[in-house]
């Protein structure tokens, strides 16, 4: 936040990630009280959620439409959830629920795109240590490997529009935006799988329909919607294997 800020166009910005966080920490806090919960005093979940929505709306997005667009995110990890996790990515889910029903312009700033092309190092820096405290690389590089070589074959060949060259894949917004989602949504714990085998499918699925749907359609909504699948694949993984463990713990 502090990094992209620097950019002009952005520094309203740490206004819309001061109030989707507050937002955030605001809904954990009600529903900690309403199911009793000896934490609902803070909701760390909250924070980093509205952190994330305030990285990717533009930093032009009326505060109403940040409170809600955090709002719809955080209702998605109360309610669309399997035991304690949630289904989709809470982040995600808000952030296209607003593309969709709000109209939300959505710059992804927080990837530092609208500042010089080096800077993508603090970008890379910051996410290193994000994977590495989560123990996510296989997932990381995986999606980046599968993501960009698919948009240069897609280049190369004159997939989709016939406008796309290969040399697109490698340029902004493409590159920050996947790096941004990469090391900062795909990796998020609850809603991606923590063996090895399983983060690399999830990425492969990621990557297959966020290019899939760019090509197709373009627009904002193509990472967000193969993150999201990605999501539900490890969910019906999970119910899949649920049952087997339930007979080996009681047989």
């Not at 290969?166 to 790096?179: E, K, M, Q």
């Not at 993150?227 to 899949?240: D, E, M, P, V, Y």
Request: net charge positive; glycine share 10%.
């Amino acid at each position: 936040m502090g990094i992209g800020a620097l950019h002009p166009s952005d520094t309203s910005g740490i206004k819309t990630i001061g109030i989707a966080m507050v937002t955030g920490i605001l809904v954990d806090v009600l529903v900690g009280l309403l199911r009793q919960n000896n934490r609902w005093w803070f909701g760390d979940g909250g924070a980093v959620t509205g952190a994330i929505i305030g990285l990717v709306l533009s930093s032009t997005t009326p505060w109403s439409i940040t409170v809600l667009t955090t709002a719809v995110a955080m209702a998605s990890k109360h309610i669309l959830k399997i035991g304690r996790k949630p289904i989709f990515n809470p982040a995600a889910f808000g952030l296209l629920v607003a593309i969709y029903v709000f109209h939300t312009e959505q710059s992804w700033w927080g990837d530092l795109a609208d500042l010089p092309q080096w800077c993508i190092v603090f970008l890379i820096i910051v996410g290193y240590f994000v994977a590495s405290r989560v123990n996510k690389f296989p997932q990381v590089l995986t999606f980046l490997g599968a993501y960009f070589a698919l948009l240069l074959i897609a280049g190369y060949f004159h997939f989709g529009s016939a406008a796309f060259t290969p040399g697109d894949a490698l340029r902004n917004p493409i590159v920050n935006s996947a790096l941004f989602l990469a090391f900062f949504m795909l990796t998020d714990p609850p809603t991606s799988p923590g063996k090895y085998k399983e983060q690399v499918i999830f990425s492969l699925i990621a990557a297959v329909i966020s290019v899939g749907i760019y090509l197709k359609f373009g627009g904002l909504a193509y990472l967000l919607i193969g993150l999201l699948a990605a999501n539900g694949w490890k969910t019906w993984k999970s119910c899949r294997s649920e049952p087997a463990k339930l007979h080996r713990r009681f047989s």
